[in-house]
């Protein structure tokens, strides 16, 4: 089993930059993706930012440009650098792990941006 805890969010203004943690602990065998994803209130969970072991990244179209995803394997973490907030990014983010086969998700951290 694999726990994950978040820290990071919280209220920003618009234009503003938060930086998500997650950290990875438990009985972990090889993570090969991590990641982040959010949902707002009546909305579906979606996609942000995943990055695989090898380093190579992927992005929601509405972040390009404005986040940047990390990674440190020998630490089991991951970090999302979120910069030119916008009211619209306003969601609860969960962190997202794939071990051995097998997804994670972390109990969610909830970033708001007022405008």
């Known amino acids: 089993q694999v726990q994950l805890v978040e820290s990071g969010g919280g209220l920003v203004q618009a234009g503003g930059s938060l930086r998500l943690s997650c950290a990875a602990s438990g009985s972990i065998f090889s993570i090969n993706v991590m990641g982040w994803y959010r949902q707002a209130p009546g909305k579906q969970r979606e996609l942000v930012a995943i990055?695989?072991?090898?380093?190579?990244?992927n992005y929601a179209d509405s972040v390009k440009g404005r986040f940047t995803i990390s990674r440190d394997n020998a630490k089991k973490m991951v970090a999302l650098q979120m910069n030119s907030l916008k009211p619209e990014d306003t969601s609860v983010y969960y962190c997202y792990v794939v071990d051995f086969g097998r997804s994670y998700w972390g109990q969610g951290t909830q970033v708001t941006v007022s405008s």
């Open positions: 990055i695989n072991r090898d380093g190579s990244t």
